[in-house]
């Protein structure tokens, strides 16, 4: 892996080197950020919302359903500012501030464990329980102390030394997982399917990939398929303005799965290389939600039986131990194929995205670092390793 952190990675992800985009305003006009604190937004666990019944066709409006945690007329986007936005910061230094908060509990607790340079029961326990609190998982944690263990150390192990290993066996770990989104648009269009709990990032995340793929020329339909939320409807038609890709929508409460349908019906007619479908993520409770998914799987392979080739799951970078448990209830009923997490930029808890990729071997294909249209990178797991274990 690289070094350098700025040179190209998005080009990377995507084969080929790009010019930089003029500088996009971010995104300033989405979802208040209290609704994505993890405390806010426990993830599918639990029954959200007590309404009895899934917002019927054409329905009263959902706001109705779920009035406490978001405020309708915050979530109504406003078109972007045309003024540049203050210089911002490389990606990688936000990934590194965002993963501070991590790697320097670890590099703190590591200066602690090893001050004596002894390399012993205790200290290897020490070591392993910290790796655990950072969320590395347990069979993470215990391979790194094992090779620490093995490690020729006779003469006393350092705390440099000991982060080195680290580094080592996180990149070890994720190496495998870092692979680039590569859609087939000889398909007309490629179907990705985007899932996650609501709030992790996903309508945001569509409109970066759809600002890549016009970017470079390509015809890309975005379908608005939260249909749960007016306000997930007006977001994405404002990304749909920001990105000049085409959006397929209907008034809140119309059916999802039959939205999707029409969508890929039109995007086929119409010669569309991409098309990129939102979801709710919030329904009345899990098992709504996820009968939702997988109606909107089953009615889009009535169309197009290899479809949807991509199922992206959207994780929430700061709500740690959490996205573990959205990965397995998203796997086994909508089928992921590969992860995107974002908000790594924020005070993120990325530890998890190890223990996730050590268990479920999932790609991961790119990290969100920031709410503006370029912030979507590929995922490097050198770097990321690095700014969680030398930061
Ligand atoms: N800092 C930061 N914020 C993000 C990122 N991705 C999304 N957000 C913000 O997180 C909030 C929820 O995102 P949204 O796309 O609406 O989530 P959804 O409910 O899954 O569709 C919005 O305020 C986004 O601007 C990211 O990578 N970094
Ligand atoms: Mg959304």
């Not at 992800?13 to 806010?40: L, M």
């Not at 001050?115 to 020490?126: F, I, M, V």
């Not at 991409?274 to 709504?288: C, F, P």
């Not at 920031?370 to 969680?388: H, K, P, S, Y």
């Amino acid at each position: 892996m690289s070094g350098e952190p700025k040179r190209g990675l998005f080009g990377r992800w995507f084969g080929r080197q790009e010019k930089p985009a003029e500088e996009a305003p971010a995104p300033d006009t989405n979802e208040p950020k209290t609704e994505t604190t993890p405390a806010a937004e426990p993830a599918v666990e639990s029954p959200v919302v007590a309404a009895p019944e899934p917002p019927p066709a054409l329905g009263p409006p959902v706001e109705v359903v779920e009035p406490l945690v978001e405020t309708p007329a915050a979530l109504v986007p406003e078109a972007a500012p045309a003024a540049e936005p203050p210089k911002k910061t490389s990606w990688f230094q936000r990934l590194r501030e965002g993963l501070q908060k991590t790697s320097s509990k670890l590099s703190d607790g590591i200066a602690a464990v090893f001050t004596k340079r002894k390399l012993d029961a205790d200290t290897l326990e020490d070591l392993e329980d910290l790796l655990i609190q950072a969320d590395l998982g347990v069979e993470t944690s215990m391979r790194i102390t094992e090779a620490i263990s093995k490690g020729r150390y006779e003469k006393g192990i350092s705390a440099d030394d000991v982060r080195a290993v680290l580094a080592q066996e996180v990149e070890r770990v994720l190496a495998p997982v870092a692979k680039p989104l590569q859609p087939d648009f000889s398909r007309k269009p490629h179907v990705v399917l985007v899932v996650g709990v609501n709030g992790s990032g996903k309508t945001t995340t569509i409109g970066k990939i759809a600002h890549k793929y016009v970017r470079d020329g390509r015809k890309v339909m975005m379908a608005a398929g939260d249909t749960f939320r007016a306000a997930a409807i007006d977001q994405l038609k404002v990304w749909g303005e920001r990105t000049g890709a085409k959006i397929i929508a209907r008034d809140v409460g119309a059916d999802s799965s039959g939205l999707a349908f029409d969508a890929l019906k039109e995007a086929r007619d119409g010669g569309f290389d991409l098309l990129l479908v939102d979801t709710a993520g919030r329904l009345q409770n899990k098992a709504a939600l996820m009968d939702e998914l997988e109606k909107v799987v089953r009615v889009i392979r009535k169309l197009d039986p290899t479809a949807p080739h991509d199922v992206l799951l959207v994780l929430d970078a700061t709500t740690g131990q959490n996205a573990l448990s959205q990965v397995e209830v998203f796997r086994q009923r909508a089928g992921v194929t590969g992860l995107i997490m974002t908000k790594l930029d924020g005070t993120a808890r990325g530890g998890i995205l190890v223990a996730i990729s050590a268990k479920h071997g999932l790609p991961v294909h790119a990290i969100g670092v920031g709410e503006g249209v370029d912030d979507l990178q590929a995922f490097d797991a050198g770097e990321f390793a690095r700014a969680i274990a030398l930061n």
